[in-house]
């Protein structure tokens, strides 16, 4: 029997999605997989359930740098992925193994010609071109940005993220024929309450929407953050604050199309969890995920982010479709949401090994 494999992750903060994909990985291949990790947010609160031998976690904290070489060199991992470069205990550890471990980088911040970013560019030629030669990003617009840190295309890989798989396809499946029947008449958002959601627009946009015309859908809202105290009162709104993820499937049962309307997203993986649960949408032009996961007019609409009128524009199209449009739109999502799945990410992060 092979000897399975090794993967270390130096994490930041654990998400759902993630340890769905390791907890697939471990599942269907022969690789046991070690994440440092930092704690859990406060503002969103996720539980997770550890009760796989074959993942193991460690706190970030617990570690110095000679610590976590140490820990690393006693480990032997075949793949160290490395999550970004700002913690720079995890990249000095990737530096000190350089040619005796595989490492690949990760980051999800999409090209956007910040004053910040140029400066990364030559940066970068001292800090990070030396040291990484592997990179893993999400998509198109982290594609663009590791082109201009100086990164080769051949050195690139897309794909990085993918949401909890089987569970968002299994909404779709259960849903569909109710919603082919009677297509839920209510706008879903699910998010941090910030002014980077670009929750406000999405309200002042619903509420306009009501007072312009008669209209019957609702806006779902889930999620909680620092704009709780301006939550607007409002009959055809409601808030259910912060939901664990294993509750949401009432909600996409409920609902119809999704919002998000951030003012910007580095990537947005519940843009994918939405997708191929079956929701249309109505996504900022500024989130990056939308790039892989909307068609415009087809399993939804890009509205220019920060305009709560670009919102209402779409927002006032949405009400005026058939239930055979909404319905059709709905199939369109979840064929766009399969185009990264858990074998995708699983081959993609293998391949670094026989490389």
């Known amino acids: 029997m092979n000897q399975r494999k090794k993967i270390l992750f130096l994490y930041f903060e654990l998400a759902g ?55 690393c060199r006693e480990l032997n991992p075949d793949l160290i992925v490395c999550n970004g470069w700002s913690d720079t205990l995890y ?3 990737c530096k000190h193994f350089k040619n005796q471990i595989p490492y690949v980088l990760t980051f999800d911040n999409p090209w956007r010609n910040t004053f910040k970013q140029n400066i990364a560019r030559f940066v970068s030629r001292l800090f990070l071109l030396p040291h990484f030669n592997q990179v893993w990003v999400p998509g198109e617009a982290q594609f663009q940005y590791a082109l201009r840190l100086g990164f080769k295309e051949s050195q690139i890989k897309r794909g990085l993220y993918c949401c909890d798989y089987n569970l968002f396809s299994s909404y779709y499946h259960e849903n569909k024929e109710l919603k082919k029947r009677n297509f839920p008449k209510r706008f879903l958002f699910l998010g941090r309450y910030t002014k980077l959601k670009g929750v406000q627009e999405l309200w002042d946009a619903f509420m306009a929407l009501h007072k312009n015309t008669d209209c019957e859908w609702e806006l779902w809202s889930i999620g909680k953050g620092d704009l709780d105290s301006k939550f607007p009162i409002h009959p055809k709104i409601k808030n259910f604050g912060f939901v664990q993820p294993s509750e949401l499937g009432h909600f996409i049962k409920e609902c119809g199309v999704f919002m ?11 843009l994918h969890e939405m997708t191929l ?28 982010a920060c305009s709560s009128d670009s919102i209402l524009q779409y927002m006032s ?29 699983s081959e993609d992060l293998l391949n670094y090994i026989s490389r």
């Open 91 to 93: 990249v000095e550890t």
């Open 260 to 270: 998000m309307p951030s003012q910007y997203e580095h990537w947005g993986v519940v």
């Open 17 to 71: 999605y993630f340890t769905a994909c390791i907890e697939h990985l471990v599942s269907k291949h022969a690789v046991e997989i070690h994440v440092v990790r930092y704690p859990v947010n406060s503002v969103a609160p996720f539980q997770f359930d550890n009760g796989n031998d074959l993942i193991r976690y460690y706190e970030r904290s617990e570690f110095s740098q000679e610590q976590l070489i140490q820990f």
């Open 317 to 345: 199209q949405i009400t005026k479709l058939s239930n055979e449009e909404l319905w059709e739109m709905s199939k369109q999502s979840n064929t766009i949401g399969q185009r990264i799945n858990f074998e995708t990410w």
């Open 277 to 304: 649960a079956g929701l249309p949408v109505i996504c900022s032009d500024t989130t990056s995920a939308a790039d892989t996961f909307v068609e415009h007019g087809q399993n939804g609409f890009l509205h220019k």
